[in-house]
């Protein structure tokens, strides 16, 4: 009881807050007044506080088991170990729209009072639009989704959590992705701000750059644990499956893969200025759309969101701030002239450029496929695209994205000079000797041209690793190199799963055996271990080595059954089996034999590395701008 | 000159994704069909059917084969699917299938999705 009033008062705070903020500081930066400036900031900071505070409240009373709460109760129950209690706050609507709110104005806040040096009024205006979202966040916590909404009779127990999410994955995987979708609205909050005080400078860049960095990687790692968790727990043998709520996760993310390569035209040649903002803008629109279509109900997704009256709110806050953006460009415009035009089309700048039209394209192409079935619905029957839709669709994109990987780093700015192509030999050469190597050992199809391109993208980036002199100081091109090369190895088991992966479903007889793409498994042992939660299991064994695949039933939940997927992993190929179907005297079992799924989660932990590497410290020293021509290679 | 270049460039992409959108859709965008729009016009071609688990499921061939009966407001058909199932698949859940009605008037699945339950949420 005094919990949720405590909760209840903190968010109504944090609304008066967020709003006394966003009034102050507009004010402040119209009049260029850094006190006016200074107490918007604070109202900012306090404001956050407040959120942690309502925050701290929500968790309390899970782990203190105050059903009054509907939340609560909604959301937990006694049986469950307090590391689910404490995820169960980003478990429902309400909560997952506190923990939203929670990021955003934290991360805000240190975004805010990291960018001291760059003046008061693109200060001042970032805080405007920061605290005019966590005001609006706010606003729906406290009129339209609370968690803090009281039940009028206190059930003894909650209703507990789905045995499918009661997981490891599950802990981790939520806050990132939640934390990734909301911290895109800090580079819009710098790139508008910019706008807003007229300044085009590199300051301003430095600033939304890393930030969308920080934005960027939290959506890699959100993405890489929702494919791990998909894959080790729901027993399918696959880790992507192109649902509506994947592929809106993913359309911020390609829209600021673009943003943090051209950013760099912009930070070393002035050019693409009105580009970039329109990707910061993009994406982060992309991720209020996203989180409009899937908590609307809009969309049939085999991820149910609980469908809620927040749609609309959603929808309103779109249309607003594409309004504003739109808005703002239009009439800052004159500003975004470039101080000097594109030299040439074969040239560093070109290859960005290319490589922004290929994501804009694939973020075209995704979108396309969500949407049809609401599309083809307004026209007449409600049509609906597969994986094999995405595939067909993204598979050239991303195989065009990687020759590029293999040779924009080696152009050189501004314009290559007549030999620039000498500059390809490395990565040429690298290819033509996987092709040889690939087609001498048997491959065919599509998996030869594309591990052909991965062998040309890998040399170029193993390249770009090597040693010279003032290392530290060139930390931001190593990082650079690193992160490419974890996308080649991310790449390389993509493609290495997609080509070769081999299913198959039998039913065995204690003492029999079944060959799955080399391996022989043999159905050695039957058991079942009773208990609250029951399960049934069996033991393969596969040489020196034996599997355990299990299906564990939740008699509380109408018998549901969970699968306990046996994964045996080696760096070439995860063997995973999927107990089906189990008695003493049979097993059905799925064995899935997944080449280079480990590379998967290697190449997402090495590309996220290179983005730390490349920017810690100090503000890492951007690259000088370009002025005099750089000789071929340059890397 | 360069602007020309780079604006072709985007042009060519532009062509290229939306040749590839409209390949890649025609080929194998597939209908939602309600279950008494299955009964009424029958379609050549996959379509996408979304149904409620019946109690009658019947486990044949070892567990490698299930039979049921979908219903979906009001109306109902009996859907034979071989494969995998999915963890929640039980009675009364909503599944996605993928497949076509046969002569024998089953309809047989090539693929079936649960719904999630809803996130975190149980439902007894």
Sequence with gaps: MITASAGGAALLAGLALAGFSAVLSAWAGVRRDAVTARVGRRALYAGAGAVVLASAALEWALLDHQFELAYVTEHSDRSLPWPLLASSFYGGQQGSLLYWTLVLTVLGSAAVAAAGRSGVRLQAYATTVLAALAAFFLAVLVFVASPFDLLEVTPSDGLGLNPILRDGGMLIHPPFLLAGFSSFAIPFAFAMASLLAGRQDPGWIAQTRRVALVAWSLQTVGLTLGMWWAYHVLGWGGYWGWDPVENVALLPWLATTAYIHTAQVQERRGQLKAWNLGLVVGAFLLAIFGTFLVRSGALVSVHTFAVSDIGPWFFALLAVLLAFSLGVLAWRSSSLRSARPLESAVSREGAFLLQNFLLIGLVAAVLWGTLLPLLSGMVGARRVVGPSYYERVSGPLFLALLLLLAAGPLLPWRRAGRGWWRAMAWPAGAATAALLLLAVGGVRGAALPVFTVLAAAAATSVRGLRPVAHAWRSRRVYGAYLAHLGVVVLAVGIAGSHFWQTERTVTLAPGQSVAVAGHTLTFSAYGERPGAVGEQFVTLSMGDESLQAARAFYPGLGGQAVSRVAIRSTALEDVYVVLDDAAPDHATVTVFVNPLVTWIWAGAAILVLGILLGNLGSVAPSPVPVRARVAVPAT | ?124
Excluded: N
């Design chain 2, 1 to 124: 000159m360069t602007w020309m270049r780079i604006g072709g460039a985007g042009a060519v992409v532009a062509a290229c994704v939306t040749y590839l959108v409209w390949s890649a859709a025609s080929g194998s965008a597939e209908y939602y069909r309600t279950i008494s729009e299955v009964h009424a016009q029958p379609v050549s071609g996959d379509v996408r059917v979304l149904g409620v688990v019946q109690d009658d499921v019947q486990r044949l061939d070892g567990g490698q084969e299930v039979r049921f009966t979908a219903a979906d407001s009001g109306a109902s058909m009996t859907v034979d699917y071989r494969g995998t199932l999915p963890d929640i698949f039980k009675p009364g859940i909503q599944v996605v299938v993928e497949g076509r009605t046969g002569g024998d008037g089953v309809f047989h699945a090539r693929t079936l999705l649960a719904k999630c339950p809803s996130r975190f949420t149980a439902k007894a």
